[in-house]
């Protein structure tokens, strides 16, 4: 009888940390933009200039390692494939947007899709849109 006990809290102790585990897996960071530099496309060219108007976002770290990314900065999302993670930091990169989070919660983007499909004599300039680095401040709770 006693064995039967100690099997059924053994048990709720495994069951339990094994939930916790998958709970573990994914992390949400909440990052305030601290700097921002970029150019704004206006009147036919670009111009140096700070923006106003980039707010508090949130990220979802999956426990694949890709970023989920609550508002569209650069991008709403990185697949899978566009992420890697080493020690340090979780680097997310689709050819013209990027975002990077390192451990400490320091974390940058960038993105330059402007400038790549218009540019100078660009037939169609609607492709002329602002390009922006950012430096961020991350914390997990």
């Not at 989070?101 to 660009?122: D, I, Q, R, V």
Request: charged residues 20%; glycine residues 6%; contains cysteine.
């Amino acid at each position: 009888m006693n064995y039967n006990i100690s099997m059924k809290n053994i048990l709720l102790i495994v069951t339990l940390f094994i939930s916790w585990n998958t709970v573990a897996e994914e992390k949400v960071w909440y990052c305030t933009p601290k700097a921002n530099a970029g150019l704004s496309y206006e009147d036919g060219g670009y111009k140096f200039t700070k923006f106003n108007n980039i707010e508090r976002i949130s990220i979802k770290q999956t426990e694949t390692n890709h970023l989920l990314i609550s508002k569209n900065i650069v991008v709403n999302s990185f697949s899978e494939k566009e992420c890697t993670k080493d020690a340090i930091k979780i680097s997310c990169s689709n050819g013209t947007s990027t975002f990077n989070l390192n451990n400490l919660g320091y974390a940058t983007s960038s993105s330059s899709f402007g400038w790549l499909y218009g540019g100078e004599g660009a037939e169609n300039e609607e492709y002329n849109d602002n390009m922006v680095v950012i430096a961020w401040k991350c914390e997990s709770f």
